[in-house]
C-alpha cells in the first residue's frame, strides 16, 4: 500500500476544528512564486499548480523509468499547499486577493535529494513540453505554530483565524508573521469538485512565545 502523508502524519494534515499548538519539523518541497488573484481563470497561479504537479508525478512515477531513485518507496502524492501573504498586511486580507504574493507548494519525500529534484525538472520539460524555469527546491523549517482544520469557503476562513488567535493567546503566544514566515494552507479538497461549504483546508499561523 503505497505510504500517504495524510495519514502517517495526521498530526500536520488532520488537526481538529479547534485550534491547536504544533511543532513542524524542515520539510522539502516543490515551489512556484507568484503574484496576483488566485481565482483567475487560466492565470499566474492555476498554471502554477499545473508546473508543481508536472514534476511531483515525474518523480513519484520514476520507478518506472530509467532513473532509480536511492532510498524510493511508493508513496501518495502529498497535498496542495500554500504560503500567502501581502505586501503591508500582517496576515491576509481576503478582499484584496489582487494584492497575494504567494508560494505554491507539494511536499517532497524525504529521500528526494537535489539531484533527483533537478532531474525531474529536466525529464517533466522533455517529456511535457514545459516551461519549467519558475519551479525551485525549498527546504522550509516551519517551526511552532497554531492550526486548526477549516471546513467551508476560503472567504470564511477568517472566523477560524480568529478562533486560533483567540487560543494562542490565552495559551501565552503571540502572532509571528514576517517576511520568512507566512500565513499557511493546506488543500485537502479538490475546489473543483467540492461545494465550497464542504472544503477542508487546513489553516497554520507562525507563532512565537510572548
Known sequence: MAFDFKKEYKEFYMPARKPTIVAVPPMNYIEVRGHGDPNVEDGEYKQAIGLLYAVA??????KKGSRQIEGFFDYVVPPLEGFW???GVEG???SRKEDFNWISLI???DFVTKSDFDWAVSEAEKKKKLDLSRVGFLTYDEGLCVQCMHIGSYDDEP???RL???FMEREGYALD???KRFHHEIYLSDARKVAPEKLKTVVRHPIAAK
Open 107 to 109: 511536499r517532497l519525500p
Open 177 to 179: 508573521i514576517s517576511e
Open 85 to 87: 501573504w501581502q505586501d
Open 57 to 62: 508525478y515525474t518523480i513519484k512515477m520514476s
Open 92 to 94: 491576509v486580507d481576503y
Open 159 to 161: 472566523a477560524t483565524v
Open 164 to 166: 486560533m488567535h483567540e
